[in-house]
């Protein structure tokens, strides 16, 4: 069954640095989406990506966030300059059109920032 | 703004037994969706039941959905050990987003 694939399945790195989370969305799906849960916490949205741009994004995603659709298969999550408060597990998740609500998860990224 | 709320938080269970998990929320849906996440795991999409529907099943899963008083049940029977995990209901904000609550752990005890 195709699935979300997101890599790598856990990051470590310091704070203030840059780390790229990568995603390869489900081949056939057009929209795609990015969470995270910090430990503990309900999962929160932070941006939605359609046609090679932004849908929407949360307040969670400021500037220090960027997402990028770079070929055809994989779809990343920049974070520039990384804090503490960053620390938590991203996940990705794709849908096509037809499945209108219902989104295909990936595994997740665990950040943790030092 | 996030609207889904579970409870209970964490709920033990033997075997056999039966699962009630309760959400609520806030604003109209027209749908609502239950998916379990596994430890360290990512979420995986159980079942959507639509404004216009009461009940659903899928396999030992039921779902129901009150859209008067704005809450949802997902009961899980005959429970088994490999259905320990957390449960979260989650409510489509728009076409771009969901929105999950807490989540409830369930732990089954062989």
């Known amino acids: 069954e195709p699935e979300v694939t997101q890599t790598p399945s856990h990051q470590v790195t310091q704070m203030g640095q840059e780390v790229i989370l990568r995603c390869v969305p489900i081949?056939?799906?057009?929209?795609f989406y990015w969470y995270r849960q910090i430990l503990g916490q309900k999962v929160e949205f932070l941006v939605s990506f359609y046609n090679n741009e932004i849908s929407e994004k949360s307040e969670i995603f400021d500037d220090q966030f960027s997402v990028e659709r770079p070929d055809g298969s994989n779809f990343t999550l920049k974070i520039r300059s990384t804090k503490l408060e960053d620390s938590a597990m991203y996940f990705c998740a794709s849908r096509d059109r037809a499945s209108k609500n219902i989104q295909y998860f990936g595994a997740g990224t665990r950040l943790s920032v030092l | 703004s996030q609207q889904g709320e579970e409870d209970p938080q964490a709920l033990s269970i033997q075997e056999g037994e039966n699962a009630t998990m309760n959400c609520s929320y806030k604003t109209s849906i027209n749908n609502l969706q239950w998916y379990r996440q596994n430890s360290g795991r990512g979420l995986v999409h159980l079942i959507l039941i639509r404004s216009n529907e009461r009940e659903k099943h899928s396999g030992r899963l039921r779902v129901t959905l009150d859209t008067s008083k704005k809450s949802s049940s997902l009961l899980i029977t005959a429970s088994r050990a490999a259905d320990t995990a957390s449960y979260f209901c989650a409510t489509p904000l728009n076409d771009y987003k969901l929105s999950f609550g807490a989540g409830t752990t369930v732990t089954v005890r062989a």
């Open positions: 081949s056939n799906h057009l929209y």
